[in-house]
């Protein structure tokens, strides 16, 4: 165990994220802050168990906890559904990728999205099975996540059934891309296939892992996935640890151990370090989805910003950009090197990573050009400014169940959750008992 003030205070902080930056009319997370902008209804999902969290750990009290879940529940519960392109939040029970943080109207024309819908369901059904009391707004928050969870028709956001769509348009209708494993989109399955109203057909995973691509990298055998929050997202929700589905069953392996193993390869590809970035070895590691520096070449490396930066075999994303979010919410996976990867994190790069909630999103130590979207420092390179919902909330939740399991336990007595599981032929371990 690393020792308890460490994860204790990057935990805290993260929570303080969620906590503080909500809007306190709609209750909406912000995708990024201190930058303004509109909502991710993924992070609110993500905030949604980091609440819990928080009132487990005594950051709020349950009944501070409960009262943040229930209004951001009614909240989204009341946001107007409908085809039009305009001032609508949501349609067929699915939420838009991007909602107005006052409003929480549809943002600009971004697409319906399924996935990202899915982190909300996941966080209301975290909160479903957490608030268990006999307490009547404890009861109306499990009331509110069950319809809010039951609105998702499933089966209409799959139109080349078995396999479920990536989003839809109200200009163009269904976004011509369907999810294919493996990557993130593991969670999309089961929700759809735990659905109590509208369940999407139990081909669609079989049709799922039929894309899977099992490789070697760095000595290590496992389904590939270039950035690791494909690897983490599912798995801040299902305890997959003992339980496998036909297709790990084959390969003698489980997802967790999967995970494991595409941890291990990332932290490998760093200290072999083939493009010499700086920094970058035992401690310094992690590549996923993140801010960058700038879209740019300098002495002829090519920078992004925002993107997927990822190492897997075949797939190289790398620009020297590191995202605390990708070795910290690996913590579950692998303790030890995750946990020297925070320290060193904290201890080399102080306040100009670390600061009030946390890690900030992403750092390039090589980069020395003009960005901005942060500040960058003579010694030590470019420096985000802003926190990210979606990479903040995997910090907290993976931080969690290292240390107590609590968001696996607690899925763990969700019906849906075990429904969705048992139709993807999941079996074994604690889903048997």
């Known amino acids: 165990m690393a020792p308890r003030s460490t994860l204790d205070d990057l935990e805290r902080r993260t929570f303080r994220w969620f906590w503080d930056t909500a809007d306190p009319h709609t209750f909406l997370i912000p995708d990024r802050w201190p930058t303004k902008s509109f909502s991710s209804i993924a992070a609110v999902g993500f905030g949604l168990a980091a609440y819990c969290i928080g009132a487990e750990r005594g950051y709020v009290s349950r009944e501070q906890a409960r009262d943040r879940v229930l209004s951001t529940l009614q909240s ?22 991007f909602l107005d943080m006052q409003s929480g109207a549809r943002y600009k024309d971004v697409e319906l999205s399924t996935i ?74 089961i929700l759809a296939l735990g659905s109590p109203s509208h369940p999407a057909d139990p081909a669609g995973w079989n049709a799922w892992t039929s894309t899977y691509r099992w490789d070697t990298f760095y000595g290590q055998q496992f389904i590939q996935f270039a950035p690791l929050f494909g690897h983490q ?22 997802y967790f151990e999967n995970s494991r193993r595409a941890t291990i390869t990332q932290r490998a590809y760093a200290m072999e370090n083939p493009n010499h970035w700086n920094d970058y070895g035992a401690n310094i590691w992690g590549l996923t989805a993140c801010d960058g520096p700038a879209d740019t070449t300098i002495d002829g490396r090519t920078y992004h910003t925002y993107t997927a930066r990822g190492a897997a075999a075949g797939d190289i994303r790398d620009d020297g950009t590191i995202a605390p979010t990708a070795a910290a919410s690996s913590i579950a996976f692998t303790p030890e090197i995750s946990v020297a990867a925070i320290e060193e994190m904290q201890r080399r790069y102080g306040s100009l990573l670390y600061r009030q909630y946390g890690f900030a999103d992403a750092f390039n130590p090589t980069f020395r050009g003009t960005s901005q979207f942060g500040t960058v420092d003579p010694d030590h390179g470019w420096f985000d400014v802003d926190y990210l919902g979606i990479d903040q909330g995997p910090i907290i939740v993976m931080i969690e169940n290292y240390r107590s399991g609590l968001i696996w336990n607690v899925m763990k007595k969700n019906p849906h959750v075990m429904q969705g599981l048992r139709r993807a032929g999941f079996t074994g371990g604690w889903l048997d008992q």
């Open 233 to 254: 997202y599912t798995q801040m929700f299902i305890d997959f640890r003992g339980i496998q589905d036909a297709y790990t069953r084959e390969r003698g392996i489980d």
């Open 76 to 97: 989204l519960l009341a946001l107007p559904e409908g085809p039009q392109p305009g001032g609508a939040s949501a349609y067929h029970g699915f939420f838009y990728h």
């Open 116 to 189: 990202d819908s899915t982190w909300l369901f996941a966080g209301a059904l975290v909160c479903q099975s957490y608030f268990d009391r006999d307490d009547p707004r404890e009861a109306a928050i499990r009331d509110a996540a069950e319809r809010l969870y039951a609105r998702a028709e499933w089966d209409w956001a799959s139109p080349r059934a078995p396999l479920i769509s990536m989003g839809w348009y109200p200009e163009k209708g269904f976004h011509t891309y369907d999810w294919r494993g493996y990557d993130e989109g593991m969670m999309v399955y």
